[in-house]
């Protein structure tokens, strides 16, 4: 059999850590170089700061130009920051190493609205270099946005689409659980919002212009709301901390987008504890109306780490340049042997 | 602005038809030729034949050259019969005519396993012409093929997958009524098998093979069962009779997929009358599970000419080839000016 398909890890975060994890786990697939430029993590065996019973042989570098130079690699993991801004230069890098990139840069995932320029940068690099680039992850990436626009495929016309994304936090790891607020006073909520030390989610305005984009849709109106405090109402017990009634249970980020002055997408991220019945719910207004719902919801670190892993081989097999997941071949698991998935 | 997309449509009976209709109604769309060798609509105004108010200018032909010769068009929207080896020749016409094919034949959704030999010569053809296959429809095609794969992208494993289209057949057009044997008695419903009148659901099998091709499954038997007969257990009043206690409502068509000796595939197939909850359902037994529920189901009719429709750009744009759902880029609707999804 052909050799295995070797990656490259960039950035050995929660996220970062969690894929190399899975991809340890995979067939047909190795990790051949880590970069991460935490001091606690560069020297050591990637397995020691995955928390693994072996070492790897892999040993987590700060020096990119290094590890590309060493490691041979037909991709790159890329998980350092959510924004664009922040990690072009690290995209570039990998492009310029020749390597594919995969990337849960949340503002990567359709990056043309925001960030048109770097967009065109990243496309044209990508091109003269003859590597793909894409942006995924659960959230933007998959769950509102690539996932609505494959429902919409059995409609002859679309009205509108709303997307919710009901989350119990208290069910995720306690990080997330912190991130969402829960257990603050209402006060404190709105100060780490001025703050930005709660920010809700990240890339709902990314979803919304994939969708539309995927829908030949010209907007005339985007908008992200700050994130609202949900307050308890009674005492909930969450693995974080006891809320009490009056304080933060978590929150919702909302964004919607208006064409013809009629709101035209709603995505809707709520996240807080005491949620009794988890979703995902997609309600397409059209001809037909479609209304599904995944009961219990995907979740969202497994997620994240599945797709991401899983657009791999699809990168692989994709023409050179900047793609979004609508534009790539339908998405799908990689439950065998990694090499099934690559053509020739 | 750039001329109109121009399609051939191939067959103009229940579903060309209602395809041509909605053609009709798409801004950026036009239908030049129709091909249809039904001698009560040779000669006749396609408007005639749809039922139109108003002539079209367009002709129904039976003379397939003729058409290909004299209306200029990029795709071929082909609708004459659910069995490649019937329809193979026509597609061979179309690829040879050096336009894209957009067929619903049942067996082309996912050719490899059934019809090997056709498909390689689909293929190689497509490629010689430079032109793009691909078979679809709302199912095969979407519900029970495309749309679970893209379920399982936020999955680390897959164990197994079922899907179940559960319709109020009494919902649906007269003859679909007549197709699952609404108010047989059951003996002459195992008569209406037995002679092929009743045939249940086309392209079960094609199904599970895209979505075993798609997970990179090797099966080691796939199976497809006889439709058995729903019968009534009360009187049910529908639009094509009244059915008494113990006469036929429906039918199942069931079919299944087993790997290493364990079923990982089940395909259910259940139209009836009386069915309270209509729904399209699919559950994947993985990492995470999946439950997935489409309320209300999807509308057959008008799922399979959208999903046609739909993919006339996705064509356009492809490679030379033939190509299923799962290959092309993530299916989607294409409610505005269909030029507008034309990539230059």
């Known amino acids: 059999m052909e050799d295995k398909i070797k990656v490259i890890i960039y950035g050995l975060g929660v996220i970062g850590g969690n894929i190399a ?21 560069v020297g050591k065996d990637m397995g020691e700061i995955l928390g693994l019973p072996e070492k790897t042989g892999v040993i987590v570098s700060n020096n990119s130009k ?22 072009f230069e690290q995209i570039k890098e990998c492009i310029e ?57 059995p409609c002859l016309d679309v009205k509108s689409i709303k997307v919710t994304r009901m989350m119990n936090s208290a ?39 994939m969708i539309a984009s995927g829908l030949g849709w010209e907007l005339d109106e985007t908008k992200e709301l700050p994130p609202e405090p949900v307050i308890a109402e009674k005492e909930i017990e969450t693995p974080l901390c006891k809320v009490e009634p009056g304080k933060v249970l978590g929150l919702k980020s909302i964004a919607f987008a208006k064409m013809n002055g ?34 219990g919801g995907v979740h969202g670190d497994i997620g994240t780490v599945a797709v991401t892993i899983n657009t791999i081989p699809k990168v692989i097999n994709a023409s050179p340049g900047l793609f979004t997941m609508k534009d790539l071949p339908v998405p799908s698991a990689t439950p065998m042997d990694m090499r099934v998935y690559i053509k020739k």
């Open 262 to 295: 009629k709101e035209v997408i709603s995505l809707n991220f709520i996240a807080h504890a005491g949620v009794e019945e988890e979703y995902d719910e997609i309600i397409i207004e059209g001809n037909p109306n479609i209304h599904q719902k995944i009961l």
């Open 66 to 87: 290094e590890v590309f130079e060493n490691s041979s690699a037909i991709a790159v993991i890329h998980t350092t920051s959510s924004y664009l801004p922040q990690v």
């Open 97 to 153: 190493a020749r390597r594919n990139v995969i990337s849960t840069c949340e503002e990567l995932s359709f990056p043309y609205k925001r960030h048109t320029e770097l967009a065109d940068k990243i496309d044209t690099l990508a091109r003269n270099y003859g590597v793909t680039v894409v942006g995924t992850g659960i959230n933007p990436g998959y769950l509102m946005d690539t996932l609505p626009l494959v429902l919409t495929a």
């Open 21 to 41: 994890k899975a991809i340890l786990e995979k067939k047909g697939i190795e990790i051949t170089g880590v970069i991460d430029i935490d001091p606690q993590k």
């Open 171 to 209: 069910k995720r790891r306690i990080p997330f659980q912190k991130k969402v607020g829960t257990g603050l006073t209402p006060e404190e909520f709105r100060k780490c919002i001025e703050e930005k030390r709660i920010t809700g989610h990240v890339g709902l305005l990314e979803s919304i212009n």
